[in-house]
C-alpha cells in the first residue's frame, strides 16, 4: 500500500488560457472546410480574403499546442518523478482519444449512405 504522503500524486494539467487559441484555430479550419465543400458544390465562396489558407494555419496552430503540451507533461513528469515512464503515458493519451475517435467511426459507418 503506497502512502498518499510520500507519493507525488499526478495533477491534472490545465491551460485555460489555450482555450480561446484552440477554439480560433477550430474555427478557422471549420470555416475553410465550408468553403471548400461550397467549392465542391458550385456554390460562390466568400471574396473578401483567401479563406482556404487558414485552414492550413489552424491546423498549424492545433500540431504546435499539441507539441507544447506534450512536451509540458513529459517535462513536469520527469520533473516530479524523476522518470518519464512512456507506456503510462501513452496509455494515458490513448484513454483520452480513442473513445472519440472509435465513436466518429462508428457513427460515421452508421450514418454513410450507400
Wanted: charged share 20%; no cysteine; proline share 4%.
Amino acid at each position: 500500500m503506497t502512502d498518499n504522503v510520500t507519493t507525488p500524486k499526478r495533477a491534472k494539467i490545465f491551460f485555460p488560457n489555450l482555450n480561446g487559441v484552440r477554439a480560433i484555430a477550430a474555427f478557422m479550419v471549420v470555416i475553410s472546410h465550408v468553403e471548400l465543400t461550397k467549392r465542391d458544390f458550385h456554390y460562390p465562396m466568400a471574396k473578401f480574403f483567401h479563406i482556404l489558407g487558414m485552414g492550413s494555419i489552424g491546423v498549424s496552430i492545433f500540431f504546435s499546442l499539441s507539441g507544447f503540451l506534450i512536451t509540458y507533461l513529459l517535462l513536469e513528469e520527469k520533473k516530479y518523478f524523476n522518470k518519464v515512464d512512456f507506456k503510462d503515458f501513452y496509455v494515458r493519451r490513448i484513454l483520452r482519444i480513442w473513445p472519440l475517435y472509435y465513436l466518429v467511426i462508428i457513427v460515421g459507418f452508421l450514418y454513410t449512405p450507400g
